[in-house]
């Protein structure tokens, strides 16, 4: 019996149109997307993780292009302000050096109209004075420039105070100087002043005028650690290793609590710096005492060993940070300190010595 010619027809339609579809669907296929069916199935080509990288920079790049409609941020502005601040500066550099840096008064009266606010391009001007011999035009420029420069730029005014300071030190006498310094720490940050004019003195080898600054800095900011450790400092460049151990003593008399240990510890570096190393050693390890769980301290103490290069002192003191109690993490960046140095300086005994004592220590932990 034959079948109904209906179905016959849908079957045969049903056969027919198959192949159709199939040839439809490979027509479809795009040649990109024959080219990406053709890698994946290719072996390894070595570029895999470069594909991958590009992709996550497409994938950060979609939101900053959304982002670039939002209103800039305060801080976006400051950044911009800071950038183009920071692109005259160097355009300012680049027209005072080689052939192109102003010869002439005249040349120097053009730049500092084109850039009032700068102090470098004012201290260049009234070293060019000086270099004239022109003092006293000097003196006058540098009032100019401290009138001429805006109030808000307060560290190109400080710029301009330090370099007439130092002008007046080096040139002047000392009543002027004193004058002179008497007026910047009434227009500026005293502490920073005393600081700035503590460093010229010393550097002219004026030392009374180093201890009048001193004995009024550490009288009137006795809470600022960078003062009582720039007093520490000159004791110690001066040799006075007493005078350094009681301007300790007597800043920790003056400095809130919470701010001794970097008082101690700031004086230990100077002591390993430019004083007695082994003094050093005497603060950290009583600073270490008391604090033997502060990670930052053995860190830095650490630091000063290494640089001072004695391997049975460093490796003495490797193994008593890798002993103490302290939290995994901790452990772990000590023992990686130790090993690393072990790496650069020791042997491979000592290499395979500090990863046995870092297996011993994991084990440690997964017993208890």
Avoid at 240 to 268: C, N, W, Y
Avoid at 315 to 325: D, G, K, N, V
Wanted: aromatic share 8%.
């Amino acid at each position: 019996m034959q079948p109904p010619p209906k179905k016959k027809r849908k079957s045969e339609g049903g056969q027919q149109q198959r192949p159709k579809e199939a040839a439809a669907s490979q027509e479809d296929v795009h040649p990109v997307a024959q080219a990406v069916q053709a890698v994946v199935a290719a072996e390894p080509t070595g570029w895999e993780e470069l594909d991958g990288q590009a992709q996550d920079v497409q994938q950060q790049a979609e939101p900053v292009q959304e982002e670039t409609h939002k209103k800039p941020t305060k801080h976006a502005k400051k950044r911009a302000k800071d950038d183009r601040e920071r692109q005259i500066r160097e355009a300012e550099m680049r027209r005072m050096v080689g052939d192109a840096a102003p010869s002439s008064i005249t040349e120097y009266e053009q730049l500092v109209l084109s850039a009032p606010n700068s102090s470098f391009v004012w201290i260049k001007y009234f070293a060019f004075l000086i270099s004239l011999g022109e003092l006293d035009k000097a003196r006058t420029l540098a009032d100019r420039a401290l009138q001429t420069i805006s109030y808000r730029e307060e560290d190109e005014k400080f710029n301009v105070w330090v370099a007439y300071l130092n002008m007046e030190n080096l040139y002047g006498s000392e009543d002027a100087t004193l004058a002179l310094l008497s007026r910047a720490l009434s227009h500026t940050d005293a502490r920073r002043t005393y600081l700035a004019a503590v460093d010229i003195f010393e550097r002219g080898q004026k030392e009374h005028l180093v201890e009048q600054c001193l004995k009024a800095m550490t009288r009137k900011f006795n809470d600022s650690v960078e003062v009582w450790l720039r007093a520490v400092k000159f004791r110690l460049t001066s040799g006075d290793a007493e005078g350094a151990r009681k301007t300790l003593d007597r800043s920790l008399q003056s400095l809130p609590q919470f701010e001794h240990v970097r008082m101690i510890t700031q004086a230990g570096l100077l002591e390993f710096k430019i004083g007695d190393p082994e003094r050093g050693r005497s603060v950290f390890e009583g600073v270490l005492r008391n604090h033997p769980k502060r990670l930052d301290l053995w860190s830095v103490y650490l630091d000063q060993e290494v640089a001072g290069g004695d391997q049975q002192r460093i490796r003495a003191l490797f193994e008593r940070a890798t002993h103490l109690q302290l939290p995994p993490k901790k452990m772990k960046f000590l023992f990686k300190r130790y090993l690393d140095y072990e790496k650069a300086h020791g042997t491979a005994e000592g290499v395979e010595h500090v990863k046995k004592r870092a297996l011993e220590y994991v084990e440690a932990q997964a017993g208890a």
